[in-house]
Structure formats: C-alpha cells, structure tokens
C-alpha cells in the first residue's frame, strides 16, 4: 500500500452496528464545538506555562509575570482569557491578585498531556 493510502480501507463498506452506536453516543455539534475552544486554550504556549506555574502553585500576577519573565500586562491579557475559559479563577488579597487553577479537571487535563508528550 502506498503512502497516500495508508489510511484507506482496502475494501469499501461500513459497519453499522459501530456506526449506530458511536452516533448515538457522540455529543451535539455545540458542544464539541465548546470542547475544541476549550482545547484551543491549551494551544499557546505562554498560556501553557501560566496554567503549569498555577498547577504547582497559587501566584500573584507580578510573580507569574516575573517567574516567566513576561510583563504584567501581557500575563494580565493571557490570563483574563483562561478566566473567561473558566480555566483560571483569582481572588483579591490587599493589592494583590492571586490566581488558581479553576479546578481538579484542568490539572488533570495538563498532568495527562504532560505525559503524553514524556512517553
């Protein structure tokens, strides 16, 4: 088999007891469309890097922004979008904004694709 059709069956046909229940159980269009924004988020890799520094710790912006060597101001931008993404949430203390991980899924979400690539 040549390389073009290396993912091609050999012999046309389907199998309609796979295709009927993989269909029954495939989400609607709006919500995989929500899944692929939400994996979109995954795509940067200064987003990568401040949910990674937030997975190991809660931070302050100035200390996201200093570890990464970012300014504030772009750390600010990129995190204003994981929190529209419902990635990230933050809290107030004094002056200080400290940002978290939204919750127990997104860490399991980078620590799974952390190891995907180490395998």
Not at 8 to 13: F, K, L, R, S
Not at 15 to 37: I, S
């Amino acid at each position: 088999m040549d390389e073009r059709n290396d993912l091609m069956c050999e012999e046309p046909g389907t199998h309609g007891d796979v295709l009927e229940r993989v269909r029954n159980d495939m989400p609607d269009d709006d919500t995989l469309y929500e899944l692929a924004d939400l994996f979109k988020m995954f795509g940067d890799s200064t987003r990568m890097k401040i949910m990674f520094v937030l997975m190991e710790s809660e931070m302050c912006v100035c200390d996201i922004a200093e570890l990464l060597g970012i300014s504030q101001s772009a750390i600010s931008h990129q995190l204003r979008i994981l929190k529209q993404s419902k990635l990230i949430s933050s809290r107030r203390e004094g002056k200080n904004i400290i940002c978290f991980l939204a919750d127990d899924h997104v860490k399991s979400i980078i620590a799974q694709g952390l190891s995907h690539v180490l395998e």
